[in-house]
Each structure stands twice: as structure tokens, then as C-alpha cells.
């Protein structure tokens, strides 16, 4: 079976202090044995009680292409029913299926990116233009904005690969592994995608 | 000339979030009410839910459906029919953003007001 690597270091830290609010409690435990013990009560607890913050980080991945959202979250909740019995409370629940969410998308990452692509080459003198703008005109919340709007305009395909790479820290190595593509192949879809970030950040 | 490669995009990763991380937002009451549809409805195919007594006893609220069955002299078997499947409010739940479902203890009622 192919080892696949663990990718997105950042994103654990962003899991992990995103949670330093919610302690570790009693209450999850009990939560979770009366979830584990079919109380339709404490289901209803359990959905009220974390999908806010499940739907939030799913659709924060998804930005802008957000109507997977809806499936996506029902979909941790799914997976989470069923890995609920191995739930030892070392982290808490929160935690937990928010590390769930993250394999969903890195799954819904992976689908797409596993999808058939044009096998032209990049043009790589395409690429090279004069310095962009972003080093000292810009601020930080004024280039976010550009670059979520130079996002938007991009073709799924192209927004999740670059994501995948520059955003959530994966390899070309993992992402190859992932998607069963060779590297090369995950090589040229990046500068494609960056050929078009280049085009649609000089009109936007 | 400035190549837009590698590390140009790393560099502009550490400096711009494409994503909103700031404005959060509730799941839907109708994505609430689909969610929980459905665990009752894998839960239920491993065998049957908890009792509605064993949940009056657990101190959590039943819906004034539940109570009525709740209080009928029959088996625990039957007590523990997933009821949610067949009620009106789930329909309304899974389906409208606003429900006017307003029972007391009904978790398609609750995800609606929270």
C-alpha cells in the first residue's frame, strides 16, 4: 500500500490554535459515549454543538467555490460516526473532527486535481514580466483582496492546485502521490496555473 | 524581469489569505437538520436507537411525540423506532431556512432557533 505523507503542516497548527479556546472536558467523553449509544438527543447535541465550526473551516477551504460545502460537512459528520468508537479524547472533539474536515478536503483537493487536464505545455516566457506590484504598494488586506479576486477568476483546477501547493504547504512530491499523478505532471499543471494567476492579476 | 515561479507564490502565501478566515457564519438549520437526519439514519442501520425512556431517564427532553410514545404500554423495541424519519418536522427541517416548526425538544425545531 502506497505510504501517502502527511501534508499542510500549517494547517495543523491553525487546527490546533484555533482550538486553544475549547478545553478538553468531561463533557466531550459523555458526549460521545451517549452519541456512541444511539441517544438521538445527544446526536442532535453533538450536530448543534460542532457544525458551526466544521462548516466554517470547510467552507473557508472551499473559498470561493463553496456549493461542495453543504456535502462536504454532512460528509465529516458521516465519517465521524463511524470513527467515533476510536475517539479517545487526547485531543478534544472539536479538534478531532476538524482533522476530519481536513482529510475531506484534501480529498475533495485530490479528486479535482486527479481530474484530466490540457497536456499543452506552459509557455515559460510567458511567465516573466516586470516586477508585480505587490511589494510596497499594496498592504496586506488590499493584497489579499487582489489575490482572492485573481483566485476567483481561475478555473477550479488551477485555484486548488496553487491552494494545495503555496497555501496549504504541499509538496510536489505529496500532491503527486495523491492524485496518482507523476511529478512532472503536477509540475506543469502549477505553471499553468501560475501563467494564469500572472494573466488575471494584471487585470484585475 | 521577475519570474512569477516558485517562490514568488510562497512569498505572496506568507503575505495574502485569498480565503475569509474572519467572517464566520452559522451552518444552515436546514444543513443542521440534513446531518442529523442522516446519523439517525446510519445509526439505525446497526441496530436499533436508545430507548426514548432510557433518553427521558438521561434527563434530555423528548418532543411531544416522542413523550406520547414514550408513555404507551409497549416494548422498548418499539420505543426505540427512529420517529424523526417519519415526522413532519424533519421534512420542513431538512427543507425550508426558516421552518415554522416550534415544538418543544424537537431538534428540527431547535437547529431552526439557535
Redesign the interface.
Known sequence: MKQVPSCSPQLEIQVQSADESISLNVSDRELVAAVLGKDRKATAEFVDRYSDAVYNYVRSRLFPYTDRTDDLVQEVFMAAWQQLGSFRAESSLHTWLLAIARHKVQDYYRALLRQPVSLEEPDETAVLISLPQFDDALDAERLSAKVALTMAALSEQYRTALLWRYWENCSVRDMALRTDKTEKAIERLLARARRAFKDGWNHV | ??????D???S??N???????AK?????AH??A???S???S???ET????SLT??NT?G???CIFEEGVRILPVGEQVKSL?F?SVCHARLLGEKLSKAPIYWK?C?YA??HR?
Request: proline share 10%; net charge positive.
Open positions: 524581469m521577475f519570474e512569477w515561479g516558485d514568488t507564490f510562497k505572496l502565501a503575505r495574502a489569505e485569498p480565503r475569509p478566515q464566520r457564519a452559522a451552518a444552515p444543513l443542521k440534513k446531518i442529523y442522516g446519523l439517525l446510519i445509526q439505525g441496530g436499533p436507537l436508545a432510557a433518553t438521561d434530555r427532553g423528548l427512529n424523526c425538544n431538534p431547535d437547529f439557535s
